[in-house]
C-alpha cells in the first residue's frame, strides 16, 4: 500500500499563484507514475499533470504553459506548481500514485485531496 498526504491548497486571486506538494510513504518503491488529478464541483476528476520516474511529463492542454510537475530525486514527493491561475481552476486536486509506467485514465492510489479556490 501507499500513502499520499497533499498539502499547499487555499484561496488565491486570478493571476496568482499556488503549489502543492504530495508526500508518498509505504510500498513506494512499486511507484513508477506520480501525478495530480482534479475535480470541480460536479464536474469529473480529470488530469492535470503526470510525471514518471524517469521524468517524463504529460499535461492537460489547459495547464499547460501555467502549470510545472516535479519529482523530488527520491522519487518520494511530487510538487505542482500553478501559476496564471483562473477561476476555472477552482476544484479538488488530487494527488495520486501508480505502478504503471504511462496512465491517464486515473491511478492506483489517491490522496484525501486539498481544495484550491481561485477568485475573480
Known amino acids: 500500500q501507499v500513502q499520499l498526504v497533499e498539502s499547499g491548497g487555499g484561496l488565491v486571486q486570478a493571476g496568482g499563484s499556488l503549489t502543492l506538494s504530495c508526500s508518498a510513504s509505504?510500498?513506494?518503491?512499486?511507484?513508477?507514475?506520480m501525478g495530480w488529478y482534479r475535480q470541480g464541483s460536479g464536474k469529473q476528476r480529470e488530469l492535470v499533470a503526470t510525471?514518471?520516474?524517469?521524468?517524463?511529463?504529460n499535461y492537460a492542454d489547459s495547464v499547460k504553459g501555467r502549470f510545472t510537475i516535479s519529482r523530488d530525486r527520491a522519487k518520494t514527493s511530487v510538487s505542482l506548481q500553478m501559476n496564471s491561475l483562473k477561476p476555472e481552476d477552482t476544484a479538488h486536486y488530487y494527488c495520486?500514485?501508480?505502478?504503471?509506467?504511462?496512465?491517464?485514465?486515473?491511478?492506483?492510489?489517491w490522496g484525501k485531496g486539498t481544495l484550491v479556490t481561485v477568485s475573480s
Open positions: 510525471i514518471t520516474r524517469g521524468g517524463v511529463i
Open positions: 509505504g510500498s513506494i518503491f512499486s511507484i513508477n507514475l
Open positions: 495520486g500514485a501508480d505502478q504503471s509506467a504511462w496512465r491517464t485514465n486515473g491511478m492506483d492510489y
